[in-house]
């Protein structure tokens, strides 16, 4: 997808995630007070649930990421870590992947 905006939510991508009938998204990637904020931000106007990977997102400038994180969370994102979202995903010690996971 071309993306010109500082947000992912460019009309094509809209347009897939409509066609996936997807409610909950992960981000994660730089900025965090840029890309990953405009993003979660249209996301959760869109009604979705928006999970930020506090561990996986940065800025050149750390209050900037304080802030980023602040500002989503306040908006209606929820805030976890990698090592949590995967977890959250498996449900269970029973997934097949758990093994390789825990090692992380």
Not at 14 to 27: A, D, I, M
Not at 45 to 61: C, L, P, R
Request: proline share 1%; with cysteine.
């Amino acid at each position: 997808f071309e993306k010109k905006l500082f947000s992912m939510c460019v009309e094509d991508l809209n347009e897939h995630l409509k066609g996936l009938k997807r409610s909950s998204f992960v981000l994660f990637g730089i900025e965090a007070h840029v890309c990953v904020q405009q993003t979660a931000l249209d996301l959760l106007e869109q009604g979705h649930d928006v999970h930020i990977i506090a561990d996986g997102v940065s800025s050149q400038q750390s209050y900037d990421r304080e802030i980023a994180l602040q500002r989503m969370s306040q908006a209606g994102a929820w805030l976890t870590t990698a090592q949590s979202a995967a977890f959250m995903l498996m449900q269970s010690a029973d997934h097949p992947n758990f093994k390789t996971v825990s090692l992380l």
